[in-house]
């Protein structure tokens, strides 16, 4: 169980959540299951969603999990087939996967700080900086292909996640950050799109949050903050990081069409104060 900052009754809807074995995606799971909705958790990862689905139903709730990579429009259309034949429509549809590679980074911050055995901007791999283009960007896309036809009758909603790094590129991460950028305009097309379908599209633009797999990238050994982390907080008029549970009133508001049934198109901070902040 999880403290639910606001609550709204999601009883019998149903809700598609890709990257659901992530940290951010499965605590909107949980969310929604406690709120009533049916929960279909798809992710690459099929252990870990079967691991939250048998989590939340052995509390109570209603959730499956489903492996899908989505990358694949026949897996995603399998997949689909699955979720109408366990639950019925997608009512909403949160486009939670995405992520960085290794082979899309570069080493330094700066050009000039570049070193022999680093990898410079002209290092960078292009399959490298492909592949996360297509997984934020594509991996979006045809979800969004796949589960909006559920509300052409009805309406619905759908939900991006897009980032910070779509206002301002953090270094090291070119293509991350402009896919993310991307994924922020794609919202807005889409909004603009199906408003006359009743298909309301925002996103929320999460901050800096610790997890497993940035860990190491932000503390050492010991806990301290490394020099990245302290440039993160310095520049967080909060001076620190945001907690996955902290992006759950936001999607809870902006996915009920009594709450927010006026708002499309948005793509909201939640980041401590990052954005605000010029660094004087």
């Known amino acids: 169980m999880i403290h639910l900052p606001l609550h709204i009754d999601y009883t019998d809807k149903v809700v598609v959540i890709t990257g659901a074995g992530g940290l951010i995606c499965g605590a909107m799971a949980r969310a929604f299951a406690q709120c009533g909705a049916k929960v279909a958790a798809l992710d690459l990862n099929e252990e870990a969603v079967l691991k ?52 899309a980074t ?28 297509k997984l934020n960007f594509q991996g979006t896309l045809l979800p ?43 919202t ?17 633009a999460p901050g800096f949050l610790v997890s497993a797999q940035n860990y190491s990238l932000l503390f050492h050994e010991d806990g301290t903050p490394t020099a990245r982390s302290a440039k993160i907080l310095n520049g967080t008029p909060c001076h620190r990081y945001v907690n996955a549970e902290e992006l759950l009133g936001a999607t809870l508001f902006l996915c009920d069409d009594r709450s927010a049934s006026a708002i499309t198109g948005v793509v909201l901070p939640i980041d401590c104060g990052f954005a605000a902040y010029s660094g004087v």
């Open 52 to 103: 939250l689905a048998d989590e939340l139903c052995a509390e109570g709730f209603i959730c499956k999990g489903y492996k899908a990579n989505v990358l694949e429009p026949e897996v995603l259309e399998a997949v689909h087939a699955q979720v109408l034949a366990d639950f019925g429509k997608c009512n909403i549809l949160i486009n939670g996967a995405g992520g960085n590679n290794p082979r």
């Open 106 to 133: 570069t080493t330094n911050e700066y050009h000039h700080e570049a070193t022999p055995n680093g990898k410079s901007f002209f290092d960078l791999d292009a399959d490298g900086v492909d592949f996360v283009f």
């Open 144 to 186: 969004t292909q796949v589960f909006a036809k559920d509300m052409l009758e009805d309406g619905g909603c759908i939900l991006n996640i897009s980032s910070m790094n779509a206002y301002t590129p953090l270094t090291k991460i070119p293509a991350y950050s402009a896919a993310k950028a991307g994924i922020s305009n794609f």
């Open 188 to 204: 807005q097309w889409l909004a603009t799109h199906f408003a006359g379908m009743g298909i309301r599209c925002n996103a929320i």
